[in-house]
């Protein structure tokens, strides 16, 4: 079972940065891989970055250019950089995990974008 951990969200203003973090219970060197999907209120949850095991990297094109997601194998941990932040990319922010085709998810952690 693994286990992950957000940390990071909060209220940012529109054009301002925020970095996500999501540490993993177990090494992410083993993950399929890993990523940051995003719940906006009366919408479905939607991928917003995914770094595979080899390292490449997919983002949803509304976030292309702002976000980068990387991560810290030595710290088992995840990270999405957002910058440029939108007042529509105010969600929960749930971090994911594959490993042998199963995935895992976290608790979720709130985004909030206004002035």
């Known amino acids: 079972q693994v286990q992950l951990v957000e940390s990071g969200g909060g209220l940012v203003q529109p054009g301002g940065s925020l970095r996500l973090s999501c540490a993993a219970s177990?090494?992410?060197?083993?993950?399929?891989?890993m990523g940051w999907y995003r719940q906006a209120p009366g919408k479905q949850r939607e991928l917003v970055a995914v770094?595979?095991?080899?390292?490449?990297?997919t983002y949803a094109d509304s976030v292309k250019g702002r976000f980068t997601i990387s991560r810290d194998n030595a710290k088992n941990t995840v990270y999405l950089q957002m910058n440029s932040v939108k007042v529509e990319d105010t969600a929960v922010y749930y971090c994911?995990?594959?490993?042998?085709?199963?995935?895992?998810w976290g608790q979720g952690t709130q985004v909030t974008v206004s002035s």
């Open positions: 770094i595979a095991s080899g390292g490449t990297t």
């Open positions: 994911n995990a594959i490993r042998r085709l199963r995935p895992y």
């Open positions: 177990e090494n992410i060197f083993n993950m399929n891989s």
